[in-house]
């Protein structure tokens, strides 16, 4: 009987950690969701303060509220009250690189401290990248859906408008699932050598 290869061993581990990953991060969103929200507040106070006055955590969505009045937007009549513009952003949808990433490095046949340490360093390292998608989609939301009176008073420029996105875009479809994969790789070269061993005898004769 031919022996399994260690990547047919490394993809059926995969296959049976991943729900109980998909699980855990269920449950535990809400918790995972706040660092993402304090960085991306952070970054959007810093360097848009006229757009957003804060991010509120609603479950694992996020409010954001702006400094404008709902009378710049396209659907308001008059008449109606005034208040702040407010909307949502499903956040959840940029983070599901955290359980991929999880159940891939639980698969790894380390000990189990090692695979802990680098789960850890992995849902930190994974913050920012969802940042990403949460900021973009704010700006774009802010730019392109809430109609003209409100883009125009965040007054950015039609090449920043779609420079934002394009971001959006990245943030939304590519981001996600390739980052944690990158991020496993780089942290598991050794575990990759054993995986793709023809790999390294091409790099080695290259």
Do not use: D, H
Not at 36 to 62: D, H, K, M, N, T
Not at 107 to 123: D, E, H, Q, T, Y
């Amino acid at each position: 009987m031919k022996p399994r290869s260690p990547l047919s061993g490394f993809l059926l581990r995969v296959l049976l950690w991943a729900p109980v990953c998909f699980v855990a991060w269920y449950f535990l969103a809400e918790t995972l969701l706040v660092p993402v929200r304090w960085l991306s507040e952070l970054f959007l106070l810093e360097f848009f303060p006229y757009a957003v006055s804060a991010i509120e955590q609603q479950g694992i969505s996020y409010e954001l509220v702006t400094p404008y009045k709902s009378s710049l937007l396209a659907n308001y009549l008059p008449g109606q009250p005034v208040g702040l513009i407010t909307f949502s952003i499903e956040a959840l949808k940029y983070c599901y690189g955290t359980p991929l990433y999880a159940a891939m490095t639980l698969a790894v046949a380390n000990k189990i401290k090692l695979r802990i340490g680098w789960l850890l360093i992995g849902i930190v390292a994974l913050i920012p990248f969802q940042c990403w998608g949460v900021v973009t989609e704010a700006l774009v939301t802010l730019s392109f859906k809430l109609g003209n009176g409100v883009a125009a008073e965040l007054g950015l420029s039609r090449l920043v408008r779609e420079t934002l996105a394009l971001s959006y875009q990245l943030g939304y479809l590519i981001l996600p699932p390739l980052v944690p994969i990158l991020l496993w790789g780089g942290l598991n070269r050794q575990f990759l050598n054993l995986l793709a061993p023809n790999l390294q005898k091409v790099k080695s004769q290259s």
